[in-house]
């Protein structure tokens, strides 16, 4: 059948402001890291993301790596943009990223302007798309200039490849200068990507979300729920066809951690929620914090995502009793 977007969409999805910019992103957002590469069942993908619009998460995030194998989510993304989404181009926001390694040799990953313009170029081809919305660099360079990165990004906006520009899992510090190389160019950076979850505060306590706030830098995490550990589905076992069991996580599926998430969904249920519920809610209570970026591997985890966004206020109590929790 032909897919018409729920005309409700936009009914139940929160938006907030990226930094000091005129960009509204979705309290959620959907990432394809998994579940949408060539491995995969495309039909899972479509219904996936038909139903992500459907709840008003208008922001989509790939990066060129994605799959397995690398390239291929960008293809399958291609395939159900062209069959159910382009009508409705203009209320996308569409990212994507280079970093990673994409192919051999010593011009196919980190952050050469080499690199990033015949990564975002191959990119486009492969979303089938004009231009990103986003475009990052994936992970910062030891070896090349930061001036080089950030001047790639620049003009992978002035050419027209993309309309915004964002880094992701930079340091406080190559965050705070990077947005001063980018302000000199004229190309403001939008937006940071980092990773960010109860069991993982790195951003919080090396200063990152400081220098966000201070430069009017939006924020988007990755791994809100550390994968899917903080949800209940592994609190009594570890599902033969989890992630969990595909990829052999090892340690971090530890009996401490999965107490500690045993004993935070009791505060989730004391909420009205469950467990990935409350984890992406505390995600969100930073005033810095634009978006949460979440997988799926079925449409009702989507949903069931935004269901957090129907209590996001948390008290003095409830933040005391979880650190205490994660601290333990």
């Not at 399958?76 to 159910?84: E, G, L, P, S, V």
């Not at 980018?182 to 190309?187: A, E, P, R, S, Y």
Request: charged letters at 25%; proline letters at 5%; a negative charge.
């Amino acid at each position: 059948m032909v897919y018409q977007a729920a005309e409700a969409r936009y009914d139940r999805m929160k938006y907030r402001r990226t930094g000091r910019s005129g960009l509204l992103l979705p309290a959620i957002s959907l990432g394809i890291w998994w579940n949408f590469g060539g491995v995969d069942r495309i039909e899972n993908a479509r219904a996936m993301l038909r139903k992500a619009f459907d709840l008003g998460i208008s922001h989509i995030d790939i990066a060129n790596n994605y799959g397995p194998p690398p390239g291929s989510a960008e293809e399958t993304f291609a395939q159900i943009f062209r069959t159910d989404l382009a009508p409705y181009r203009d209320e996308l926001i569409v990212s994507n990223k280079a970093g990673y390694r994409m192919w051999p040799g010593p011009y196919g990953e980190w952050g050469s302007r080499k690199y990033l313009i015949a990564s975002c170029d191959q990119s486009l081809k492969r979303c089938g798309l004009d231009y990103f919305d986003i475009f990052y660099s994936h992970r910062p360079d030891p070896d090349t200039p930061l001036e080089e990165t950030m001047g790639a990004l620049d003009h992978i906006v002035r050419s027209g490849r993309a309309l915004y520009i964002g880094i992701s899992s930079y340091t406080a510090e190559q965050t705070r200068a990077a947005s001063r190389i980018l302000k000199d160019l004229g190309t403001p950076c939008l937006i940071h990507q980092p990773r960010y979850n109860m069991f993982d505060r790195r951003i919080e306590e090396g200063g990152l979300l400081d220098v966000l706030g201070d430069e009017g830098i939006g924020c988007i995490s990755f791994s809100p729920l550390d994968q899917g550990i903080l949800t209940d589905k592994y609190i009594s076992a570890v599902p033969g066809d989890s992630r969990a069991a595909k990829h052999a996580w090892g340690d971090r599926l530890a009996q401490e951690k999965l107490s500690k998430v045993g004993r935070l969904n009791v505060i989730a249920r004391e909420r009205g929620m469950n467990m990935a519920q409350m984890a992406l809610a505390w995600n969100l209570r930073h005033p810095e914090m634009s978006s949460a970026l979440i997988g799926a591997s079925k449409p009702e985890q989507i949903e069931d995502a935004v269901g957090a966004l129907e209590n996001l206020e948390f008290s003095a109590e409830e933040l005391s009793r979880i650190d205490a929790i994660l601290n333990d």
